[in-house]
């Protein structure tokens, strides 16, 4: 049952993050998912306490909700930046030759859409000469830190 | 519950002390972890019913929502900082090299490398140099077009 649960509330979270974009216009897509998934959670627990649900039964329903949103998260951030799904969404229309996706999918345009995000983002800063700010360094050091623990160390080739 | 937690954790400990210089590639870490999905809860329920531990269903999904989320979030940890392009060009940037005069080879190189990727994995052909999406293929685009969908987002560029 508390796998229905979590599924049943990953429908629903999904359904108000489509919904949300009308009246929550200017936030982020992420944020406006993080909204929802608090909301949702927010029930989920509410619900455990006034109908006094057995709460392993509750926990097992949230796990699982956390586990399908995060995949959900995965999944919509991939689609929405990942090079590979852009080119099959170029595909997807009609069959193309290299030069034809370079055309289309302009390699100049790509970098300069990863530069202007990271830009967006406060982790880069400057005109041609980009510097990571003090954000970024940050950033960096932590990631970093997280590569050097699940990776062996290897250099990166440019 | 907290055993299957101390388990993964052990496993976690094993991976950054040996299991990493082992499961360098993608395959191999997507092969061990969905294993381990598999597998580890299983070791869990024998361990406890080992030690006289009372056995309910709910233990089941409780233990496979957990090692799910360890799973996944594992693997994303390690696939952002293993290819990600952003990360790269940050990396770059600290080391000094300004990318952005390498913009449009970097660009290029990305899409021969992922073109190359895709074919590999079966979903796009190629015939006389013209590519198109396989059925499985045409399949991910379409979903992922749903999942932008949902998002309220248009592909972006």
């Known amino acids: 049952m508390s796998l229905i649960y979590g599924i049943f509330a990953t429908c629903m979270a999904v359904l108000l993050h489509w919904v949300s974009q009308f009246p929550l216009k200017s936030m982020g897509t992420l944020a406006r998912f993080l909204v929802v998934f608090g909301a949702i959670t927010g029930v989920l627990i509410i619900l455990q306490i006034a109908l006094k649900l057995p709460l392993e039964d509750t926990l097992s329903a949230i796990v699982w909700f956390v586990f399908l949103c995060e995949l959900y998260v995965f999944l919509f951030t991939l689609s929405l930046s990942s090079i590979s799904v852009k080119i099959l969404q170029l595909l997807r229309h009609r069959p193309m030759t290299f030069v034809e996706i370079e055309t289309t999918y302009r390699p100049d345009a790509m970098v300069n859409k990863r530069f202007e995000r990271l830009q967006t983002a406060g982790l880069i800063e400057g005109q041609n000469n980009f510097t990571l700010t003090a954000k970024g360094r940050k950033l960096m050091f932590l990631l970093n830190f997280v590569k050097n623990i699940l990776h062996c160390n290897r250099k990166q080739a440019w | ?157």
Not at chain 2, 28 to 52: D, E, V
Not at chain 2, 106 to 121: A, E, P
Not at chain 2, 123 to 136: G, K, T
Request: proline share 1%; aromatic share 12%; glycine share 8%.
């Open chain 2, 1 to 157: 519950m907290a055993l299957h937690i101390l388990l993964l954790a052990m496993f976690f400990i094993l991976h950054t002390a040996i299991l990493k210089r082992y499961l360098a590639s993608e395959r191999r870490i997507l092969l061990f972890h969905i294993g381990l999905f598999i597998f580890l809860p299983f070791c869990s329920i024998a361990i406890k019913s080992q030690l006289g531990g009372q056995i309910i269903s709910l233990d089941f999904f409780l233990i496979y929502g957990i090692s799910a989320i360890y799973s996944l979030s594992f693997l994303e940890l390690w696939s952002l900082t293993e290819g990600s392009y952003s990360l790269q060009i940050l990396n770059a940037l600290q080391a000094g090299i300004n990318v952005r005069d390498l913009g449009s080879s970097i660009g290029h190189q990305k899409q021969v490398n992922r073109l190359k990727g895709m074919t590999g994995l079966g979903l796009i052909q190629e015939h006389n140099n013209v590519f198109e999406v396989s059925r499985i293929g045409w399949l991910i685009a379409l979903m992922t077009s749903f999942l932008a969908w949902t998002a309220g987002a248009k592909l972006r560029e």
